[in-house]
């Protein structure tokens, strides 16, 4: 994918010394270290809903982030990153609370709901530890700072905050040689997360997969930009959200952002683990089959309607709990779903442009997809001279 002269090399991959101006979010250690070997920057998500699931199973956060990072070191020397939820994302209380209390505290109307959606389906029951409770301890003060101490220990490079950016994080983490990438779904977050001391701004529009905001991509990007470039006119800016292809990368940087912050699509590449019919779920959809819903988390999240969504939809059905509550009615109900490989009880997290992609490929051929195609459009439009 070299070029003699790369005019994808913006002030982003020159804060990274990487190649081209792609970040991949991804929960799959695999495509972290290819990524970073094509070219971009992987992101390791840590997010709550990975406690006793897949490699994670029977691991604290920590633990399974340090087994991560020691198979992303030892496969690239390329600068990486690591994504999870911070504390200011959470209710305040939460902290005071063991997983017990959460328990007790989600009213019987959901959990009678669910229950009834279990027996619907036919889902046994996990045997084990309980995920509600694996997925409440993940967000204990004890749990969040384990995981900070393997971060910092083995001097992970980039850190970043899906939900919320508290500043004596971010002073922590530059304190360790860090860089913090914030991500924001409105123009008025900006000046928060400047002000929090954020290296980089992902604008994310409410065309992308996971948590996500009101904002279409095409509107939010640039006014984020010029928020950005008044305040803080050296920091790098990243568009997220529907960018799965070339011509997403060349309109990013025609908006006027640095480079793209990508998820979806990485659920695609052959070196993720995601389960064959979960990627199939996303390979088959088109964008309108996907939904900005609180069923899953508690919070706004983009997914593909199964059952488990249309359920809550139906009239009768409670409102969602915010998160982690809803987490800890919904993630035993979808593991357990997923161990009996009943798939339409098992959301897939997917942006509305799933619709472009339909194959699996290696992570090199879609890095490779996304420079060839942003170059061909670039050279159409005249756009390579920045």
């Known amino acids: 994918m070299a070029n003699k002269r790369n005019p994808l090399h913006t002030r982003f991959c020159e804060m990274f010394d990487i190649e081209y101006p792609i970040a991949a979010f991804t929960h799959s250690a695999d495509t972290v270290y290819e ?21 994670a199973r029977g691991k604290t956060l920590a633990q399974h982030l340090e087994e991560s990072i020691k198979l992303i070191t030892s496969k690239t020397s390329k600068p990486y990153g690591v994504d999870m939820l911070l504390p200011g994302s959470l209710p305040a209380d939460i902290g005071k609370m063991t997983a017990s209390d959460a328990k ?31 997925i409440f301890d993940t967000m204990s003060g004890k749990a969040i700072n384990d995981v900070l101490e393997v971060m910092f220990e083995y001097k992970v490079p980039v850190f970043a905050a899906a939900l919320g950016t508290p500043p004596e994080m971010v002073e922590k983490m530059h304190n360790h040689g860090m860089k913090v990438i914030s991500l924001i779904g409105r123009v008025k977050h900006a000046s928060r997360v400047i002000a929090a001391g954020t290296d980089i701004i992902v604008a994310q529009g409410y065309d992308a997969g996971g948590h996500t905001g009101e904002i279409g991509t095409l509107s939010l990007v640039p006014q984020v930009v010029d928020a950005v470039r008044a305040q803080a006119p050296d920091m790098p800016v990243l568009a997220a959200g529907g960018i799965m292809d070339g011509r ?14 990508t998820g979806t699509i990485w659920q695609l590449a052959l070196e993720h683990d995601l389960k064959m019919p979960l990627k199939q779920k996303i390979l088959s959809a088109s964008q309108d089959e996907t939904l900005r819903q609180k069923f899953l988390t508690g919070k706004t999240a983009r997914v593909i309607k199964d059952r488990w969504v249309e359920a ?7 409102p969602p709990l915010p998160m982690p509550f809803q987490m800890m009615l919904s993630m035993p109900l979808t593991f ?16 509305q442009g799933a619709g472009l992609v339909k194959e699996l490929r290696s992570c090199h051929d879609i890095m490779k997809n996304y420079v060839d195609g942003a170059l061909e459009a670039m050279e159409k439009f005249q756009l390579g001279e920045r």
């Open 336 to 351: 357990a779903a997923e161990k009996a490989e009943i798939w339409n009880y098992t959301p897939a997290i997917s942006g």
């Open 35 to 55: 990524v970073c070997n094509a070219g971009g920057l992987g992101i390791l998500g840590m997010g709550m809903g990975l406690a006793g699931t897949g490699s």
């Open 248 to 261: 997403g990368l060349a309109a990013a940087l025609a908006l006027g952002a640095d480079g793209i912050w």
């Open 312 to 318: 809550w939809l139906e009239p009768g059905a409670p």
């Open 104 to 134: 007790k505290s989600i009213p019987d109307e959901q959990k009678r709901f669910v229950q009834r959606l279990k027996e619907e389906a036919g889902i046994p029951d996990l045997k084990g530890t309980d995920p509600g409770d694996s």
